[in-house]
């Protein structure tokens, strides 16, 4: 039997040419980092910043601008930190039924950012009145609001951006995707870094404006980014 591969088309006599199988075809050595993980790890750089910055300084946030005692203080943190814990197991519910992971994460982020902006707004008298210390209903409100969005943003987007980098590789690329873990966990690890290290001295250098400006501006950053990647 004469191979496949030599038969002649009768239209034009032109030779017969087998389909290529993509089983046939060798998977793409690319070394070169994909853009969307340049910009999920920028991403997570700017979260990681946000959140190690205002929990960091969240304590003497609440102590000594809107006046809680030392107290009342570290009851709030552990809220905040009780808070987020159990806000977790909604994010799985969130992407794995209803939206999926990419829109779990924009909304959260935006949700995160918008908490920012409204813990923002509590430290700029001219906003809400009040002053250090003496803070007024408006500005508690505010701060109550403003957190439990952040911890909701938090909670969502700290279980499913793992995923999210999971999702950016196909069964065969399973050496690249444990290198973009590494590089993920170790930019998130350098968020943290700077996180805890900057935004106590800016608290200490400058005013709770400039802090919780520069957390802020971290967060909305971090989801324009996702955005426009």
């Excluded at 190690?52 to 946030?61: R, V």
Aim: overall charge negative; some cysteine; glycine content about 8%.
């Amino acid at each position: 039997m004469e191979d496949a591969s030599l038969l002649l088309v009768e239209e034009g006599d032109k030779p017969y040419v087998p389909p290529i199988l993509q089983s046939d075809v060798a998977p793409c050595e690319c070394t070169a980092p994909r853009l969307s993980m340049v910009v999920i790890m920028a991403t997570a750089v700017a979260q990681s910043f946000a959140i190690a910055g205002l929990t960091a300084t969240m304590a003497l946030y609440l102590s000594d601008w809107l006046g809680f005692s030392e107290d009342n203080a570290t009851i709030g943190v552990s809220l905040f930190n009780v808070l987020y814990t159990v806000l977790a197991p909604l994010a799985g519910v969130l992407s794995d039924i209803w939206f999926g992971n990419y829109l779990c994460q924009f909304w959260s982020g935006w949700l995160w950012a918008l908490g920012s902006v409204l813990v923002l707004l509590t430290t700029i008298p001219a906003v809400v009145g009040g002053s250090f210390g003496d803070p007024t209903t408006a500005a508690l409100i505010l701060c109550v609001c403003g957190l439990v969005l952040v911890a909701l943003g938090y909670a969502v987007i700290n279980v499913i951006q793992s995923v999210f980098v999971g999702d950016q590789y196909l069964e065969h690329e399973s050496k690249e995707l444990a290198s973009s873990f590494s590089n993920y966990y170790m930019f998130s690890n350098v968020g943290n870094l700077l996180g805890e290290g900057i935004c106590p001295i800016l608290r200490q250098d400058t005013t709770y404006a400039t802090l919780m400006g520069a957390i802020c501006l971290s967060t909305v950053f971090s989801s324009f980014l996702f955005w426009v990647g």
